[in-house]
T-cell receptor, first 114, second 112 residues
Framework: DVKVTQSSRYLVKRTGEKVFLECVQD?????MFWYRQDPGLGLRLIYF???????EKGDIPEGYSVSREKKERFSLILESASTNQTSMYLC?????????????FGPGTRLTVL | DAKTTQPNSMESNEEEPVHLPCNHS???????IHWYRQLPSQGPEYVIH???SNVNNRMASLAIAEDRKSSTLILHRATLRDAAVYYC?????????????FGQGTRLTINP
């Protein structure tokens, strides 16, 4: 079974802190994604990566950065956390190539910024 | 990205079939129709996808209208475990990392 794991299920941080959310997949997928999910807004793409050290902005990249030093790991970084970044964060991965490649999601990290 | 329209919520009874509709009148000729679902407190999971023909897998069936402007996800015999938010998503066929554009989805409630 494909496994996408996220470092924490729940996280509480203070405004201004630097926050690292880690995601690891074990299926040798080329593509990795970070989404956030908010009530009434659905899932929105923050960043994605199609290869090691490669990244592309999604729909809402402001306030976030990412790092992909190894193929299996994709990190989301909040440089200076703010209360409006309180959300559910979901990581996903997929093989590259075409629209047929399903995305596999992790269980999510619920981040609260106080 | 082409837009999809789904009902906000639907309700059904356990062990009965469920038909979840999706309208996508602006679908292009190369867009695939994908369905994902999100169980409570979990990330979304892939259910099924199709292009023109109806599709079946172990989880569900996908019926696609002849003009491709609508589709229906069919759960043949719903269980309590099928209670989830179901998302209908259109995806292009170009290469590369394909982002998923999620709408609001349909919240399916299954009554015992």
């Amino acid at each position: 079974d494909v496994k996408v794991t996220q470092s924490s299920r729940y996280l509480v941080k203070r405004t201004g802190e630097k926050v690292f959310l880690e995601c690891v997949q074990d299926m040798d997928h080329e593509n990795m994604f970070w989404y956030r999910q908010d009530p009434g807004l659905g899932l929105r793409l923050i960043y994605f990566s199609y290869d090691v050290k490669m990244k592309e902005k999604g729909d809402i990249p402001e306030g976030y950065s990412v790092s992909r030093e190894k193929k299996e790991r994709f990190s989301l970084i909040l440089e200076s956390a703010s209360t409006n970044q309180t959300s559910m964060y979901l990581c996903a991965s997929s093989f590259s190539g075409g629209a047929l490649k399903e995305q596999f999601f992790g269980p999510g990290t619920r981040l609260t910024v106080l | 990205d082409a837009k999809t329209t789904q009902p906000n919520s639907m309700e059904s009874n356990e062990e009965e079939p469920v038909h979840l509709p999706c309208n996508h009148s602006t679908i292009s000729g190369t867009d695939y129709i994908h369905w994902y679902r999100q169980l409570p407190s979990q990330g979304p999971e892939y259910v099924i996808h199709g292009l023109t023909s109806n599709v079946n897998n172990r989880m569900a069936s996908l019926a696609i209208a002849e003009d491709r402007k609508s589709s229906t996800l069919i759960l043949h015999r719903a269980t309590l475990r099928d209670a989830a938010v179901y998302y209908c998503i259109l995806r292009g066929s170009i290469q590369g990392a394909q982002k998923l554009v999620f709408g609001q989805g349909t919240r399916l409630t299954i009554n015992p």
